[in-house]
């Protein structure tokens, strides 16, 4: 199993929103990057779900119900995956308190927040949970 954020516009796609319909196909990811890291997701793969401004946070654990496949768009091809709702965090938590915990140094998502979609560690996967009030499962 692998490990991922994937950043969401809120005024474009709010993650409550996913905690109603239940799955959601995750497109709409357009940079090189993004796309490619899309690509390497795999069925069952854990997700941080981030809100990208106004909130800056990190709001919910997801989860992949597929791998990464090919899907055409009105804009050609694209990397998709489809997604569920694991559980809200107790407490969004802000980019400047992923900034200030030294555990998350050398987060991706922080070296880089422009990717959309960008790989996690385990561990970081599991600090930001905590952050989060939610354990690890």
Same mark, same amino acid.
Request: proline fraction near 7%; charge should be positive.
């Given at each position: 199993?692998?490990?991922w954020l994937?950043?969401?516009?809120?005024?474009?796609?709010?993650?409550g929103?996913?905690?109603?319909e &239940?799955?959601?196909?995750?497109?709409? *990811?357009?940079? !090189?990057v993004? @796309?490619?890291?899309?690509?390497? =997701?795999?069925?069952? +793969?854990?997700?941080?779900?981030?809100?990208s401004?106004?909130?800056k946070s990190?709001?919910?654990?997801?989860?992949?119900?597929?791998?990464g496949?090919?899907k055409?768009? &009105?804009?050609?091809?694209?990397?998709? *995956?489809?997604? !569920?709702?694991? @559980?809200?965090?107790k407490?969004? =938590?802000?980019?400047? +308190?992923l900034?200030?915990?030294?555990?998350?140094?050398g987060?991706?998502?922080?070296?880089i927040?422009?990717?959309?979609?960008s790989?996690?560690?385990?561990?970081?996967?599991?600090?930001?949970?905590?952050?989060?009030?939610?354990?690890p499962?």
């Open positions: 199993m692998a490990y994937f950043a969401s516009d809120p005024e474009d796609y709010h993650l929103k996913l905690f109603t &239940k799955r959601t196909v995750w497109d709409g *990811v357009h940079g !090189a993004a @796309r490619k890291n899309l690509s390497r =997701v795999k069925k069952g +793969d854990r997700i941080l779900g981030y809100h401004a106004p909130l990190v709001y919910a654990e997801l989860k992949s119900l597929t791998d496949y090919e055409q768009t &009105k804009e050609g091809p694209a990397w998709v *995956v489809d997604v !569920a709702p694991v @559980r809200r965090f407490a969004p =938590v802000p980019l400047s +308190d900034k200030a915990n030294p555990k998350l140094a987060m991706t998502f922080l070296k927040q422009r990717v959309s979609v790989p996690v560690t385990e561990l970081e996967y599991n600090e930001i949970l905590r952050m989060g009030g939610v354990k499962e």
